[in-house]
């Protein structure tokens, strides 16, 4: 059966929130209910009224939530949905005893409380009809419609029997793909896992182990990036206690002791904060919002010893997004505002939905609580405020939004085919579903999901056309080039970032405009290199087919991005017919007797220049300046370096960039001064005038480093030069 966890006869420890640990009220985090009696469930399940003219007794708390939300729903079809299910699975029981139907009950009631749409319930209770009973998907779309077939078929797991190892994976695969044409399937999934995880204790240790794994890698990234806070502060609380059990218990201790302090100082401060508001005739709720055991461990790893406040943090709700700026600025005038912690996710909300203003105050060390001592001496007190919608959204996500796939008023929806574009598609999905197409297998599929959950924050860049791209953080005019054109991306040369000539290792900043420069050449070929900058799963994983079925292709990295003008001269020629196995140019030895080593064309190290290297596909060594940005970023990523120094040979390869003012013959007079200088032109790339300026990328070969200084002199001495210097990475985003 799909839900095999039950409730132990001697459990794990509960977690509760640290909201009941502290004992503060429920509704501090939440509207919420006692957990229901599974066993009294039960009883009520088999011997309840299941007459047509009224509601199953079973189901008395799931309405009573979904009225609280939605008192105008219409609950036949959850009556008929409770009578299809707990006959499909009677004589079935979970493994603490309960009778099986007490599962979909309990998902059903944790998505009722979030507010979900009557569709979700209807499919919630059936979830696991399919896959553990003879009710077929047809009867449920007989019964209910294709909605509700839809998401009962995507949370469907697949069979072992016909998947082997595979199965979890593929399922996996299945659901996503189902949650691109309706979130509401990962909505059900998300509650399904809840209650497993809560009813987890009767399991093997290891399978408690592997299941909270799963759950840590990607039911809970997945749950952050639809916004559904409320099942993800919970889950991370179990996973940590299945996962960690020695430092959840240690955290809890800590919350015990702070719920025993004689006064809140969290209390004092709401109290003022309410004065405060009060007098400014802003109507305004000030809740106190405890952190949950996970929130309370990471501040206790950050700040060392707790202090009251660090406990929790206070929650302002308003009416009005306008009423969250008066109450900050009511907050900043009559408190001391700690202004590093501001931070307005009204204006730029984030990408899961989430709108919030959040500030901070510093209390005076002179402030005494009202009983007399000194419980918020010297303390910072963190502030959240939001209207009351916005706070449904950041507890529920996309669940808060209902149905976005209802009928407009001319019934112009249709989703009998089961494939419905949906308008609310997060970027970070629309990514996740084109490149899950390529990963050429589950294994592939399984480790590059987990990589790509992990990365959790994500910005937007612009296209010149005014479109735009949802990428992670970190991502860089690689990820850009094959999030935009997918494999075509190997045709790309270069890009512009808000205007200027940039390389392919440019790390992207949220809003930053970005130009792709393509080829024309069908022949196009990535840079094996471009692995080292690809931070997508769509990049990486086309650059690697690429390679897979081109042994030993793949332009080397020392050709510059940008518009490519390859000069044909003689001297290419001879140099790219070199020797294989050595650098071209100056000599570099390397610690890794007979490895081949390669000079990095993001920095172009050349004789006397501090040098590292790092091994790449293919047992080659690149090697880069020891300022290069890059090498920090491949030292971040764990990389292992290999010691290289200069040989005997002092001829180098080097490229230069060089910026001018626009003017004709320009050109001919920079290369005629490289040849007067006795630089070899490799390659140069011009990039078209911008404004009157222009810039220039050249890779010469010169038979003596040393010779390098006087060239850059002759370079900035040609008539509107005015700066010629040495090729180098931008550095990544920390």
Not at 304 to 317: A, H, K, M, P
Not at 545 to 574: Q, S, V
Request: glycine share 8%; charged share 25%.
């Amino acid at each position: 059966m799909s839900a095999e966890a039950t409730n132990p006869p001697t459990p794990v420890p509960v977690v509760p929130t640290a909201a009941t640990a502290a004992g503060a009220p429920a509704t501090v985090r939440r509207k919420s209910r006692p957990r229901i009696d599974l066993r009294r469930l039960g009883r009520a399940a088999l011997l309840g009224s299941t007459a047509r003219d009224r509601l199953p007794d079973a189901i008395g708390h799931v309405v009573e939530a979904h009225r609280a939300h939605h008192p105008d729903a219409d609950l036949e079809p959850l009556r008929r949905a409770y009578v299809l299910a707990e006959s499909s699975h009677r004589g079935q029981t979970r493994k603490s005893g309960e009778p099986y139907i007490t599962h979909p009950l309990a998902v059903t009631l944790i998505l009722a409380e979030l507010g979900a749409e009557t569709t979700t319930l209807t499919a919630s209770l059936l979830h696991d009809t399919v896959e553990d009973t003879e009710v077929t998907l047809d009867q449920v779309r007989e019964q209910f419609g294709e909605e509700v077939r839809y998401l009962v078929d995507g949370v469907t797991k697949l069979e072992k029997v016909d998947y082997g190892a595979a199965a979890e994976p593929e399922t996996f695969r299945k659901m996503l793909v189902a949650t691109g044409s309706d979130v509401r399937v990962m909505s059900i999934k998300l509650a399904d896992r809840l209650h497993n995880m809560r009813t987890l204790g009767v399991m093997r240790p290891e399978k408690q182990a592997r299941i909270a794994g799963v759950t840590r890698d990607v039911l809970i990234p997945l749950a952050e990036r639809l916004g559904v806070q409320a099942l993800k502060t919970e889950l991370e609380d179990l996973v940590f206690a299945i996962l960690h059990p020695e430092e959840y218990e240690h955290t809890r201790e800590l919350i015990a002791e702070n719920a025993a302090r004689a006064e809140d100082p969290l209390a004092v401060v709401a109290e003022e904060m309410r004065a405060v508001l009060r007098e400014a005739g802003l109507s305004a709720e000030v809740l106190i919002r405890p952190r949950h055991f996970v929130s309370v461990h990471r501040v206790a790893r950050k700040r060392g010893r707790l202090r009251g406040t660090d406990f929790g943090r206070l929650l302002v709700l308003v009416g009005e997004d306008a009423d969250c700026y008066g109450v900050l600025g009511e907050l900043h005038t009559c408190m001391t505002p700690v202004v590093s912690e501001f931070k307005d996710f009204i204006a730029v909300p984030k990408f899961n939905l989430y709108q919030s203003l959040h500030t901070a105050v510093a209390l005076p060390r002179t402030r005494t609580g009202s009983s007399g001592g000194t419980p918020v001496d010297g303390q910072i007190v963190e502030v959240l405020i939001r209207t009351h919608q916005m706070h449904k959204v950041a507890e529920a996500g996309v669940i808060a939004l209902g149905n976005p796939y209802a009928a407009d008023a001319s019934g112009a929806d249709d989703p009998a085919d089961g494939e419905r574009a949906d308008p609310t598609r997060p970027g970070w999905l629309s990514r996740l579903l084109e490149w899950q197409q390529a990963a050429p297998d589950p294994d592939t599929f399984w480790s590059t999901l987990r990589e790509d959950l992990a990365q959790d924050r994500e910005i937007t860049v612009f296209r010149p056309d005014g479109g735009t791209l949802g990428l992670p953080e970190g991502a860089t005019c690689v990820d850009a080039a094959y999030g935009q054109y997918g494999e075509d991306a190997h045709a790309c040369l270069g890009a512009r970032v808000n205007g200027r000539l940039a390389t392919l290792s440019t790390v992207l900043k949220d809003g930053d405009t970005v130009e792709l420069l393509m080829g024309q050449d069908p022949a196009s070929e990535p840079s094996r290199e471009w692995l080292e900058h690809a931070h997508t799963p769509a990049a990486r994983i086309a650059i690697q087919r690429w390679l897979a079925t081109h042994p030993g292709g793949g332009t080397p990295a020392e050709e510059p991005a940008g518009y490519r003008a390859d000069a044909d001269f003689p001297e290419r020629r001879a140099f790219a017919a070199g020797p294989a196995g050595r650098t071209q140019g100056a000599d570099v030895r390397t610690d890794r007797p007979g490895a081949a080593v390669r000079l990095a064309g993001c920095c172009t190290p050349v004789p006397p220049d501090e040098i590292t290297g790092f091994p790449v596909r293919g047992g080659v060594v690149t090697v880069h300046r020891l300022e290069c940005a890059a090498v920090a970023h491949m030292k971040s990523r764990g990389r292992a370096e290999v010691g290289v120094h200069w040989g005997d040979t002092t001829a180098c390869r080097v490229t230069l960039v060089a910026e001018s003012f626009g003017r004709r013959g320009l050109l001919a007079d920079l290369t005629e001064a490289i040849a007067l200088a006795g630089g070899d032109i490799v390659s140069a790339t011009v990039e078209p005038p911008s404004e009157q300026r222009v810039r220039h990328t050249y890779t010469l070969q010169l038979p003596d480093a040393a010779d390098l200084p006087a060239l850059m002199r002759a370079m900035r001495d040609v008539p509107g030069v005015y700066d010629v210097s040495r090729a180098r990475h931008q550095a990544p985003a920390p």
